[in-house]
């Protein structure tokens, strides 16, 4: 008997554990966790981790815990898509996070799209991304907002040349493209454009290039890994040009491998890890405290998207669709984030967003006009 009343406790233990676990609410995030891509998708996960942390000891969606299912699509887009076909057919996943770059975040985007499954990316700031459907969100200002931004700042500061070097690929494209129709639109004159691989590791034929149009300013388009060589070789050749940047720039990890070339660079970001505000110091804290590092644009920006897409699940309760999902997510008004208050347009979809001018100085990022 006594054996037969551990087995019937043992059953019933087990079954309170699945109906516990089933009770547990479950967003997809797809993300680059290996891959040339892959120290994004860390970052991400990262700040997803304290979110989902914090929301959870909070109370959850009434009082039911939300978990994250994780998927590497290896910032490719028939991987991304492999991924957006098993969330869409898992019955338990309301909603997704994700992709990284823009190409696999709009690859998905078309499964989603046609399934009707609400998708928030963190960083897929393409202008067309939210053309896919009705269903894509993203917390990140786009290029067509960066661009002119970065272009005017130029302008006003007396640049009236410059060349543009970027990525090739579609966010380089569009992060070239949307600052040079601004700038020329301004007056200026855009004296050369030069576009890479990625991965790629030696410029001095691109500066060499660049250099003979000798332009008052040279503006980046790409992130940090090739930026910190690039500033490098652009000190080894002397080129004679202020050096702008978009977003992508504002790591921490840009100073540590450009070390002194980074010096002087502008760049303009949502996220300013130094800001005196409470909610971003509390990130930034936590952050280095569980991780050894600290968080740069891209954590900070998953760390809201985490938080927009929680927030959109507490306000429809346990038992919401997909599609009251969707409609509570394009319902955002003044999410307080820590890349600043968060506002879906009503028409768009895009956020609406405030860009802060940065510079590089003694090593640290600081206040620019």
Do not use: C
């Not at 981790?49 to 959850?60: D, H, I, M, S, Y």
């Not at 004679?240 to 720039?249: D, G, T």
């Not at 599609?323 to 997510?329: K, Y």
């Amino acid at each position: 008997m006594t054996l037969l009343r551990s087995l019937f406790a043992a059953a019933a233990l087990a079954a309170a554990s699945v109906s516990a676990f089933a009770q547990d609410l479950f967003v997809g995030y797809q993300l680059p966790l290996t891959g040339t891509q892959s120290q994004y998708g860390e970052v991400f996960r990262n700040a997803a981790t304290l979110q989902l942390e914090k929301f959870n000891a909070a109370g959850g969606v009434g009082g039911r815990k939300v978990q994250i299912v994780y998927e590497d699509s290896k910032s490719d887009p028939k991987e991304a898509v492999n991924i957006a076909r098993k969330f869409v057919d898992d019955k338990r996943i309301i909603a997704v996070l994700g992709d990284f770059a823009s190409g696999p975040s709009m690859a998905a985007g078309e499964v989603y799209g046609k399934a009707g499954m609400p998708q928030l990316s963190q960083t897929a700031s393409h202008p067309d991304f939210l053309k896919v459907s009705n269903w894509q969100f993203r917390n990140i200002t786009t290029q067509a907002q960066e661009g002119p931004f970065n272009a005017k700042w130029l302008r006003d500061s007396g640049v009236k040349t410059v060349a543009v070097i970027g990525l090739q690929n579609d966010w380089g494209l569009s992060a070239t493209g949307e600052f040079t129709k601004a700038f020329e639109a301004l007056g200026g004159k855009v004296t050369s454009t030069e576009l890479f691989n990625p991965g790629a590791r030696d410029f001095k034929a691109i500066l060499t290039k660049v250099s003979q149009g000798k332009p008052e300013a040279i503006y980046f388009a790409m992130f940090y890994e090739e930026g910190a060589l690039i500033l490098q070789q652009v000190r080894q050749l002397n080129v004679n040009a202020r050096l702008y940047s978009a977003s992508p720039f504002y790591a921490p990890k840009l100073i540590e491998l450009a070390g002194p070339a980074a010096e002087g660079v502008l760049l303009s970001t949502t996220f300013v890890a130094e800001s005196p505000s409470p909610a971003v110091k509390a990130f930034v804290d936590e952050y280095k405290r569980r991780f050894g590092s600290d968080p740069n644009q891209f954590a900070a920006q998953a760390f809201d998207a985490v938080g927009i897409m929680l927030d959109a699940l507490k306000r429809t309760g346990p038992g919401a669709t997909r599609a009251q999902i969707r409609d509570a997510l394009a319902a955002t008004a003044n999410y307080p984030g820590v890349t600043g208050s968060t506002t879906f347009d009503k028409a768009t979809r895009e956020p609406n967003k405030t860009l802060s001018k940065l510079q590089i100085k003694d090593g640290r990022f600081v206040s620019a006009q």
